[in-house]
């Protein structure tokens, strides 16, 4: 089964090169017109500890649940980024592989899906672009045989933000690095999501 992924989440800085005061109309657009002429090179990884969590595992089936996985990608460096809509596609190659157990039932699962994509997202405002790593659309990063929580389903709370600022017409490189850790509780588990991503987007 091969699934997309990505990342993210906590301590993060990124640079923006050539950095720029541009007029606020326009940010979301140039960074797309950016996007759709890049190429991408860099590594991602992304992992999840999970368990079911105490205060809502009876109502949500999870309790004795408990598991990781762990997604290691890297950036199939020269093949184009595609955007669609606010989201920047990139390709990657890797997998994602997952180990569940159920003291419950006495059951333990292994899995192994790979990856062929990961998703930033972005959006414009007031003070640039914002910029929030994610799966590519209709994949998700967690989605093994295992049973476990899907990243879709720990919500944008298990995913940090990259401020990019504005960005000017003629912007050739953007670089986006990563270290973090995020804690959340979502549909009966609680789930550790940490991101190492160092990313390169140059036209």
């Known amino acids: 089964m091969t699934r997309h992924l990505f990342l993210v989440s906590g301590a993060i800085a990124c640079l923006l090169v050539p950095a720029a005061a541009a007029a606020r109309s326009g940010d979301g657009a140039r960074f797309a017109a950016f996007a759709k002429r890049a190429r991408a090179q860099g ?6 500890s999970f368990r079911g969590d105490p205060d809502t595992c009876s109502s949500e089936g999870t309790c004795g649940v408990a598991g990781t996985v762990t997604a290691a990608l890297r950036v199939r460096a020269g093949r184009a980024l595609s955007v669609r809509g606010e989201r920047v596609v990139v390709p990657v190659t890797g997998t994602a592989s997952a180990v569940v157990r159920d003291t419950t039932t006495g059951r333990r699962c292994e899995a192994h899906a790979g990856v062929t994509g990961a998703a930033l997202r972005f959006r414009a405002d007031a003070r640039g672009v914002m910029l929030r790593p994610g799966g590519a659309p209709g994949d998700d990063p967690f989605d093994t045989a295992c049973r476990g929580p899907l990243l879709a389903e720990l919500g944008t709370a298990a995913i940090a933000p990259v401020r990019l600022g504005h ?9 986006v690095r990563v270290h973090s850790r995020r804690i959340v509780k979502a ?3 609680v789930a550790a999501v940490t991101t190492d991503a160092n990313l390169v987007l140059r036209r």
């Open 187 to 189: 549909h009966g588990y």
């Open 167 to 175: 960005v000017k017409a003629n912007v050739k490189l953007v670089r």
């Open 43 to 48: 590594t991602l990884e992304v992992k999840q």
